[in-house]
């Protein structure tokens, strides 16, 4: 029988960064994952970081995130700026939020078309009337970030536990028993969970009654990646192309990732263990089509592989970040429902946790309005993008 201060379940980056910086702040922490670190859904992001959100809060945790992403070591950041390609449609809402963004402390350059073609003449904007470019985002490498917060965390003395599934727990109130897949039993006062996608599951199997599981859906998200052809080598831009309603990030020397963000794809459900492994070719087909009309030199590209990313999206695609007494686990504690933010904003949501469990203000964000009670309340905010996903 082991007695530890806290547990979290999940060791994907968000899981990772809870750790430690629950460890730095003096916790003991036994951090658990299923697989490898970093092995679950953090392993299938496409890794952009960006600070362009509606959401003041989101975006203050995006910005905070960015700086600690940039100057960790191990993130393997690439500050490759991001152009956004706003519709008429969209540029009202576009506008309000690059004042609020500006307030924040975030760069925000509204470009015309002429300096678009200057800087980036790769890019055919002349369908495009607005443009928003955030010179100091990027991308940056999920599993080695989870794997440096993880390392850092077993530094400051954390136990990790891998290849090991927790298979349900229990709550007496004062304490925790998590049952873990060898037969082991682990006794905590206090439990994180960080298991995206699985949570209901584990809730499920932990006596959480249906009417009691947290309103998460999984939902695959395709991911398309190219070989790019010889004329358009090496570090480029990253593009949000709000006309097509899709993205394209080139990454490293020679590969572009590309996927949609179009909100109907989060209107798809699957069962965890369920996600599709290989993209439709009609997909793949429509997607090339978009993206060689947005950039005439992909033309030439050769398609590499494709999969799906999972995202835990909650109906206002903001995130859980509460404790679960209400559903009869006191000292358990959640951070989920990340809706595709997680990777982005993991060094934030590991001091929103720590701030959580200590009752203390750091960093302070705001984090009333992640309250699992929202739900019942109504009091549900969204995005002011309009059909698009995952900008809230």
Known sequence: MNKEDVAVVGAGSTGASVAYHLSKAGHRVTLIEMDQIGGGTTSRSTANVRTHYSNETLARMALYSLGVLRGMEGTGFVKSGMLFLVSEEHWPAAERNVSMLRRAGVREDVLDRTEVARLFPEVEVADVEHFVHEPESGYADPV??????????????????????????????????????????????????????????????????????????????????????????????????????????????????????????????????????????????????????????????????????????????????????????????ACVGLSGHGFKMCPAFGVMVKEMLDGTADVSFERSSFALSRFGSGRLTGTSYSGLGSIV
Not at 169 to 174: P, V
Not at 186 to 204: D, S
Not at 237 to 266: F, H, N, Q, T, W
Request: hydrophobic share 35%; proline share 7%.
């Open 144 to 333: 080695s970030t989870a794997r440096t917060y993880a390392s850092m965390a077993e530094s400051l003395g954390a136990r990790i536990l891998t290849n090991t599934r927790v298979e349900r727990l229990s709550s007496s109130g004062a304490s925790n028993s998590l049952l873990l897949g060898d037969g082991r039993t682990l006794e905590t006062p206090k439990v994180v969970l960080c298991t995206n996608v699985w949570t209901n599951g584990l809730l499920a199997a932990s006596g959480v009654a249906r009417e009691g599981l947290l309103p998460i859906r999984a939902v695959p998200h395709p991911v398309l990646v190219y070989r790019r052809p010889e004329g358009y080598l090496g570090a480029r831009v990253i593009v949000s192309d709000y006309l097509k309603r899709a993205y394209y990030k080139p990454e490293g020397r020679s590969l572009m990732y590309g996927g949609s963000i179009d909100a109907e794809i989060d209107e798809v459900t699957v069962e965890p263990e369920e996600c599709p492994t290989q993209v439709p070719d009609d997909y793949v087909s429509a997607y090339s089509q978009a993206m060689v009309e947005r950039i005439p030199a992909m033309k030439e590209a050769t398609i590499q592989r494709t999969y799906y990313g999972m995202y835990d999206t909650t109906p206002d695609e903001l995130p859980i970040v509460d404790g679960l007494s209400g559903i009869g686990l006191p000292g358990v504690y």
